[in-house]
């Protein structure tokens, strides 16, 4: 039985996930209440989208080892992707209960208690981490994270980059800490020092799309139209696991619900409708673009968000590519093209509006979300690569780019998109039909 259970723990790591579940099964059935076998059937449940069987699963293996900290922190974390955070963070106590120095669980304990709001409990948690844990890369990751997010004055900012430089060091394949310092020493004023670390990492690396996008947003490069798509790839699949996490709890996401409002709105009860989900990500949006769907499509260039959006479930069918291909290459066939928080990743947006335009059908509505340059009346047409690596845009350029394409009945409303860095970031919502002719 131990050679059956570590062969179907070798097919689980390695991705094959049937042959995994397979064994599982078959070690269950020579003992049906083996532990391991249930807890790790019970993570594999969770990833492929089945959290009920997951917790009643994790839950039969803990009536059997009730002090395994491990199986309490793995049911932490399913609860925490859930978004139950109250639920997690008790599994994470019992985990440390029974392991107190179960860093994994210590960090998780954070976060649980970070998308509570509990930010001085939370604070103290990522301190205790780096205590049990002192050289635990990921820890100085999320604290500087955890202060960037929330800096209420300079000295968090700074407290804020020294962690993510440490975080870095203490793992130099951990590219995201670095993209983050840049950010931080950035908006710390210190734009040397945030182009520095860009022109370091280029020097290592020349061909890195993440050092050469996140320079050109610090000012030390030319601006690129859009966004490559070498450096969405990268960012989004480093980013899949954890993007409705981060984005849900810490950060306030509501733009797929705010977009689905405007185009809820324009749609005005039409049903049966074929749509395309631009951008679709992890697939937030699949359940509430679904109910006016005949057929939803999603397309995306990252293949680590797409398997998400697959697990997730709700769509007809996920393709890899670049939108503004996909949709110059699909003329007429869609009656919504909805895109959210992906037109970001966009400078001018007039070569996207035509294609979508061109992909639709007469009477079909583009909707999409972006974030605000300024909203001031009087900005003029105007787009700007900003430090965090994505674009803003004037509501004149949005306008502008829409009605040159061929849109009418256009829409605009602004919106708060999320929170980042304590701060609502400001957006636009727009939502325009292409004509009957
Ligand atoms: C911030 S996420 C938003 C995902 C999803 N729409 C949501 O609201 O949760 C942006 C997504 O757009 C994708 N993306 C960015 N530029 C793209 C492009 N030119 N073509 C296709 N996908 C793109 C990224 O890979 C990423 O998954």
Redesign the pocket.
Known sequence: MDTLLQAAVAAHRDGDAATARAHYERVLALDPGQPDALHFLGVLRHQAGDSEAAIALIARALARAPRHADIHNNLGNIHKERGDAVAAEACYRRALTFQPGHFTAVGNLAVALEMQGRLDDAFRAYGLLLTVAPSYAHGYHLLGLFLRNHAREVEHGRQAAACLRRAWELDPDNLRALAALGNVLYMLGEHDAARQVYRDWLQRDPESPLARHMLAACGGADVPA??G?AY??S??DSFAGS??EQ?LQHLD?R??QL?AGALGAALDGRRGLDIL?????????AALLRPWARRLDG????PG?LARARRRGGYDALVE????A?LEAHPDAFDVVA????L???GDLQRVCAAAHAALRAGGWFGFSVEALDRGAAAGDGTELGPSGRYRHTRAHVRTALVAAGFGDVRIEPRDLRNENGHPVHGWVAVARRGDG
């Not at 989900?277 to 949006?285: E, I, K, R, S």
Request: charged letters at 20%; one cysteine or more; hydrophobic letters at 40%.
């Open positions: 859009r966004a798509d969405i790839r960012l989004f993007f409705d984005l996401y733009a797929p977009l989900d631009a951008g679709c990500g992890t697939g937030l949006c397309v995306d260039l990252s968000m590519g670049e939108l503004t996909h895109s959210a928080d992906t970001v990743y966009f």
